[in-house]
């Protein structure tokens, strides 16, 4: 039987999720998501309707509603699932997730919190309340939780690495930053995201080696290489590496040059070759001037 508070005003997103599990509104409603979150809340709903004392399957809805922004819902089945069976499942970490998708980030904490004080190893958790902590303004202590999070996460993802990365930016830590992007390639591989996302930062500490080494990976998976071409002249062009940076822009007008006349004639590649041309320029006149301010040895 479902408790009292489920039918409380307090929670109107829950009625269509309680209506479904009875049976009563067809899960094509359109307060349900579709294609594969859709078909699990179906199967849940049967399942529910056979066993409703199924702590399990009260726990795994909580998950699958909170995905769908029911976090309201989301709470309640959390509920059940510790009335049914008290400390069996990681209740609080769902509540954090909820709490975090209701905007409720002090309340995040709170659940986060038990939940790590007695499961340290939980990687998710960390990584929850690092947000919960940002959320709240604390910056700077979030950065312990995020760190924990990618210790204690043993198969890294793309977005994982990159929001830690983007956390210790935002706290003026630029260096260890670009020190977990490369950690993440060497995990994943040439991810973009993070093969990008690494070059902006190793370009802001001037490490124009770096750069450069993530520009050829760039180049190497590009559909086009003519972009990283003009790029890795660019780099080669702030890191003061004059001769190397004119070749790279000279490399890129005789690329360009011998294309067929369609792709030589497109916007994008008449646009390199302007850009080409004009850093040729720019460099020449460099040198000129260096050249003619140079001391005359006697």
């Given at each position: 039987m479902?408790?009292?508070s489920?039918?409380?005003p307090?929670f109107?997103?829950?009625?269509?999720?309680?209506?479904?599990?009875?049976?009563?509104?067809?899960?094509?409603?359109?307060?349900?998501?579709?294609?594969?979150?859709?078909?699990?809340?179906?199967?849940?709903?049967?399942?529910?309707?056979?066993?409703?004392?199924?702590?399990?399957l009260?726990?795994?809805?909580a998950?699958?509603?909170?995905?769908?922004?029911?976090w309201?819902?989301?709470?309640?089945?959390?509920?059940?699932?510790?009335?049914?069976?008290?400390?069996?499942y990681?209740t609080?970490?769902?509540?954090?997730?909820?709490?975090?998708?209701?905007g409720?980030?002090?309340?995040?904490?709170?659940a986060?919190?038990?939940?790590?004080a007695?499961h340290?190893e939980?990687?998710?958790?960390?990584?929850?309340?690092?947000?919960?902590?940002?959320?709240?303004?604390?910056?700077?202590?979030?950065?312990a939780?995020?760190?924990?999070?990618?210790?204690?996460?043993?198969?890294?993802?793309?977005?994982?690495v990159?929001?830690?990365?983007?956390?210790?930016?935002?706290q003026?830590?630029?260096k260890?930053?670009?020190?977990?992007?490369?950690?993440?390639?060497?995990?994943?591989?040439?991810?973009?995201?993070?093969?990008?996302r690494?070059?902006?930062?190793?370009?802001?500490?001037?490490?124009?080696?770096?750069?450069?080494r993530?520009?050829?990976?760039?180049?190497?998976?590009?559909?086009?290489?003519?972009?990283?071409?003009?790029?890795?002249?660019?780099?080669?062009?702030?890191?003061?590496?004059?001769?190397e940076?004119?070749?790279?822009?000279?490399a890129?007008?005789?690329h360009?040059?011998?294309l067929?006349?369609l792709?030589?004639?497109?916007?994008?590649?008449?646009?390199?070759?302007?850009?080409?041309?004009?850093?040729?320029?720019?460099?020449?006149?460099?040198?000129?001037?260096?050249?003619?301010?140079?001391?005359?040895?006697?």
């Amino acid at each position: 039987m479902l408790s009292k508070s489920a039918s409380s005003p307090r929670f109107p997103r829950l009625i269509p999720v309680l209506l479904a599990i009875a049976g009563l509104l067809p899960l094509s409603s359109p307060a349900f998501g579709h294609g594969g979150l859709h078909e699990r809340l179906a199967q849940l709903a049967a399942e529910l309707k056979k066993n409703p004392a199924d702590a399990r399957l009260h726990f795994e809805l909580a998950d699958v509603i909170c995905q769908h922004g029911d976090w309201q819902a989301s709470l309640l089945n959390l509920d059940r699932v510790d009335e049914l069976a008290p400390g069996k499942y990681l209740t609080d970490l769902l509540r954090g997730q909820a709490w975090l998708t209701g905007g409720q980030p002090e309340k995040a904490k709170k659940a986060l919190d038990r939940l790590l004080a007695a499961h340290p190893e939980c990687a998710r958790a960390w990584l929850l309340r690092a947000r919960a902590a940002q959320q709240l303004g604390a910056g700077p202590g979030s950065l312990a939780d995020y760190r924990e999070a990618l210790a204690r996460t043993a198969l890294w993802e793309p977005d994982l690495v990159r929001e830690t990365a983007d956390a210790l930016v935002a706290q003026g830590c630029t260096k260890e930053a670009v020190q977990v992007l490369a950690a993440g390639i060497g995990k994943l591989g040439d991810v973009p995201a993070l093969v990008l996302r690494s070059l902006e930062l190793e370009l802001s500490v001037k490490n124009f080696d770096a750069a450069l080494r993530r520009v050829e990976a760039l180049r190497r998976t590009a559909p086009r290489p003519e972009p990283w071409m003009a790029r890795r002249a660019s780099v080669l062009a702030q890191a003061g590496r004059i001769e190397e940076a004119r070749a790279a822009w000279q490399a890129l007008v005789d690329h360009l040059a011998a294309l067929p006349n369609l792709e030589r004639g497109s916007h994008a590649m008449s646009k390199l070759a302007e850009d080409a041309r004009h850093a040729l320029s720019s460099l020449a006149s460099l040198s000129a001037s260096a050249f003619s301010t140079a001391p005359i040895n006697p």
